[in-house]
């Protein structure tokens, strides 16, 4: 079957899976910057492309946990930087040079009465969570769209749509990543670049394991869950690899809530 514009349209009679091919998600020759790759959810994604082949570059601003990582997996390469320093985020982006995917993840959680929030605080999720990441997005997609090639998956949050009490800072950020992937999706697709961002509902990591680790938390926190549990990182991991790759090259500017259905509620 075949549709106006001459491409091939598949029918149920070109097969069972037609048209969805391993290769599809093989990274091979392909580099990955993820941040936040000391962290378990930019862990979890820089080990899943590198198991699809990809040469991974790694940053974060944990020294110790960035090494460890790069033990981790062998043909990684690291670097230290902080994101809410403008100049470390464009030495970053110098040091990655050509990235043929930017998964842009690095992010802290700030938790408590929004009326105790001190001036730092706002200043430091908010540099962190959403100047940092536009600022490196942009530094690579530059390059990008110089080579007319790649994909940036910014790392929202369930609660950039949801709100959540004792979490307005960070709801904010991330509120304003979905809308800056938008934004960049509309201007950039047309120039070779896509840009796409994975929202992660509740997934167990070091960010939020204080929390989980309290019962009445853990149980408010799945009471309002219809799948009745909370993420993990290797479903994130895999989610990642999905958006980055070919599979997914018609979505554009959307962001992918994985959250179990939270945000039905
Ligand atoms: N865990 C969840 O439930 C959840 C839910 C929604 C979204 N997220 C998002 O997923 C991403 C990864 O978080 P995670 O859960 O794996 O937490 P994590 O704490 O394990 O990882 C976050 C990583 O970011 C790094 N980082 C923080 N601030 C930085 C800075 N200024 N410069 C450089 N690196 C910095 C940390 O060192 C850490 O390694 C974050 O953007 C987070 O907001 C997590």
């Given at each position: 079957?075949?549709?106006?514009?001459?491409?091939?349209?598949?029918?149920?009679?070109?097969g069972?899976?037609?048209?969805?091919?391993s290769?599809?998600?093989d990274?091979?020759?392909?580099?990955?910057?993820?941040?936040?790759?000391?962290?378990?959810i930019?862990?979890a994604?820089a080990a899943?492309?590198?198991?699809?082949?990809?040469?991974v570059?790694?940053?974060?601003?944990d020294?110790?946990r960035?090494?460890a990582?790069?033990?981790?997996?062998?043909g990684?390469?690291?670097?230290?930087?902080?994101q809410?320093?403008?100049?470390?985020?464009?030495?970053l982006?110098?040091w990655a040079?050509?990235?043929?995917?930017l998964?842009?993840?690095?992010?802290?959680l700030?938790?408590?009465?929004?009326?105790?929030?001190?001036?730092?605080?706002?200043?430091q999720?908010?540099?962190?969570?959403?100047?940092?990441p536009?600022?490196?997005?942009i530094?690579?997609?530059?390059?990008?769209?110089?080579?007319?090639?790649g994909?940036i998956?910014?790392?929202?949050s369930q609660?950039?749509?949801?709100?959540?009490?004792?979490?307005?800072l960070?709801?904010?950020?991330?509120?304003?990543?979905?809308?800056?992937?938008?934004?960049m999706?509309?201007?950039?697709?047309?120039?070779?670049?896509?840009?796409?961002?994975?929202?992660?509902?509740?997934t167990r990591?070091r960010?939020n394991?204080?929390?989980?680790?309290?019962?009445?938390?853990?149980?408010?926190?799945i009471?309002?869950?219809?799948?009745?549990r909370?993420g993990?990182?290797?479903?994130?991991?895999?989610?990642?690899l999905?958006?980055?790759?070919?599979?997914?090259?018609?979505?554009?500017?959307?962001?992918?809530?994985?959250?179990?259905?939270?945000?039905?509620e």
């Open positions: 079957m075949f549709d106006g514009s001459g491409a091939k349209v598949l029918s149920a009679g070109d069972l899976g037609a048209g969805i091919e290769t599809l998600l990274f091979t020759a392909k580099r990955v910057l993820v941040t936040g790759a000391a962290g378990d930019g862990g994604i899943a492309f590198a198991a699809h082949g990809a040469t570059l790694l940053a974060d601003r020294h110790s960035l090494l990582r790069h033990a981790e997996i062998p990684s390469a690291w670097h230290l930087f902080d809410t320093d403008t100049a470390s985020v464009q030495q982006a110098a040079g050509d990235v043929d995917v998964m842009n993840n690095a992010g802290i700030r938790t408590g009465d929004v009326l105790d929030a001190t001036p730092d605080e706002v200043q999720v908010i540099q962190t969570n959403l100047i940092g536009m600022q490196l997005a530094a690579i997609a530059n390059g990008m769209a110089a080579r007319r090639q994909v998956v910014n790392t929202a609660l950039a749509f949801t709100g959540a009490a004792t979490r307005a960070y709801a904010t950020a991330k509120a304003g990543v979905v809308q800056f992937t938008r934004s999706a509309s201007e950039l697709g047309a120039r070779g670049v896509r840009v796409v961002a994975l929202a992660p509902g509740r990591t960010l394991a204080h929390l989980l680790d309290d019962e009445d938390e853990y149980r408010r926190s009471g309002r869950i219809p799948a009745g909370i993990n990182t290797q479903e994130m991991a895999r989610l990642a999905i958006l980055a790759s070919p599979l997914s090259d018609y979505i554009v500017g959307e962001s992918l809530i994985a959250d179990g259905g939270y945000v039905l």
